[in-house]
């Protein structure tokens, strides 16, 4: 079942705002951040074992087992025991394992954003040409202020007009109508 991207935008907006607070330990060299950074790998594991999403969740228990073999006193690549620097060592890759998980939360977060403005951008071109036909005008713009009246007035322009269906079909290929009503509420609002 396809997600709600504007959850799964600010879900990961959420997980980047605990991921500064953990760069943030990291760059202090505060004693918290072990403990920080293992809560946050768990929190990110849990999401995208929820979201059913086995790749990244494969790569977050990586950073996990590479953190965890270090701690137990091996050198993660080598496989030797650690003999002197198991803190630097540690530092390290823990350093490598923030960095991956910082590109596996950016590369979801700019994909889901850009579904989104690919979807503003068509729809927006829908809204300017429907104010050109004087379909749409200011008055029946501030009439829709519910997300329920948005999606009233969307599949009524979906049933009526077959430029609109295939242009709702093509939407529905990346986004989920909750998506769409959504986009077009943040559209109506910028024209209000």
């Not at 977050?60 to 002197?84: D, H, Q, Y």
């Not at 948005?150 to 990346?174: D, H, M, P, Y």
Request: proline share 2%.
């Amino acid at each position: 079942m396809q997600e709600l991207i504007h959850f799964t935008v600010q879900k990961i907006k959420e997980l980047l705002e605990h991921f500064n607070e953990v760069q943030a330990l990291y760059l202090s060299k505060s004693f918290d951040f072990d403990a920080r950074f293992d809560a946050f790998l768990n929190e990110v594991l849990e999401y995208f074992r929820a979201k059913g999403n086995t790749s990244q969740e494969s790569e977050v228990l990586k950073v996990m087992n590479m953190i965890a073999t270090v701690k137990r006193g091996f050198n993660p690549i080598k496989m030797e025991k650690i003999m002197s620097g198991r803190r630097e060592l540690l530092g390290g890759f823990s350093f490598n394992g923030i960095e991956s998980i910082y590109e596996i939360l950016m590369e979801i977060y700019t994909k889901e954003n850009k579904k989104l403005d690919d979807a503003e951008e068509l729809i927006s071109g829908i809204i300017v040409s429907l104010y050109q036909k004087g379909i749409l005008d200011d008055e029946k713009l501030k009439e829709m202020n519910t997300v329920p009246k948005i999606e009233n007035f969307w599949n009524t322009l979906v049933e009526q007009n077959a430029a609109i269906t295939g242009i709702n079909k093509k939407l529905r290929l990346s986004v989920i109508p909750e998506d769409i009503f959504l986009v077009l509420e943040k559209i109506f609002l910028k024209l209000i």
